[in-house]
């Protein structure tokens, strides 16, 4: 039974399961002037998984430390469909924390799984859960080792696209707790994808995979940038997970 003063709190907050979050915090807590630490965080609006200091991702509990993006169970479906591609070596950009590789591994112990970000402080997070000598500090491809080039079978990303002017409108353990890099996709919220796709040919093998996240309402959008860029395109979605996915093959 949760602390009823502290579900009291959250719940004033705002936090919507705030009895089931009671019950995480109280057990995090190592004594009662921690508890008061993690709470009042709590209700400052940092999002409950970096208090924690971990969040469960496709049932593995993945290490997240503040100023890291927090893994979201819509990029269930991108890993998924990852698996489902049986890749030898794969390389996930715009890593956060390291979660798609880090399930990819437990599902696909061979594979050779590389990951890169461009924040430091994330790639120090990844690290934690993933070979920290195969996460790199890269802007997409630029920082990645020059011997995965044609050799990668699966590249994923799950890259900021929120558009800049929808950034206001996000919670706030969002938009105050998490870098504003990891969700800002310009304009359209595609331009960091559109970026990936007109180098990541020259990673990846003949018969490889691009897999991407994105929305719903990008959807359309997106798959007529992989196209620009040279790529065949789909989309594939999950109504109960909310989530979207654009799958990338070269032509040829």
């Known amino acids: 039974m949760p602390d009823p003063d502290v579900v009291e ?24 002037a921690h508890l008061d630490e993690l709470l009042r965080r709590r209700v400052a609006g940092e999002p409950l998984e970096t208090i924690l200091g971990w969040a469960e991702f496709c049932g593995l509990r993945v290490v997240v430390t503040p100023g890291v993006f927090v893994p979201r169970a819509r990029t269930e479906l991108l890993v998924r469909r990852a698996i489902a591609a049986q890749p030898g070596v794969a390389l996930d950009l715009c890593c956060g924390s390291g979660a798609v590789a880090a399930v990819l591994q437990r599902e696909l112990p061979t594979v050779d799984a590389h990951s890169a970000d461009i924040d430091p402080i994330a790639v120090e997070c990844a690290r934690r859960n993933l070979d920290p000598n195969r996460v790199y500090c890269a802007d997409l491809f630029d920082g990645i080792p020059a011997d995965l080039r044609g050799r990668v079978d699966l590249i994923t990303m799950s890259p900021p696209y929120v558009p800049t002017a929808r950034i206001v409108t996000m919670p706030v353990e969002a938009r105050e707790h998490e870098p504003l890099r990891a969700l800002d996709g310009g304009v359209d919220g595609l331009e960091i994808a559109r970026q990936a796709l007109a180098d990541a040919a020259g990673w990846i093998t003949p018969k490889g995979r691009f897999l991407f996240e994105t929305s719903r309402g990008q959807s359309e959008a997106a798959v007529a940038a992989a196209v620009a860029a040279g790529w065949s395109a789909t989309v594939v979605t999950d109504d109960e997970l909310e989530a979207t996915t654009i799958e990338c093959r070269l032509p040829w």
């Open 9 to 32: 709190k959250l719940r004033a907050a705002g936090c919507v399961f705030a009895a089931e979050e009671a019950e995480l915090i109280v057990a995090a807590a190592t004594s009662s």
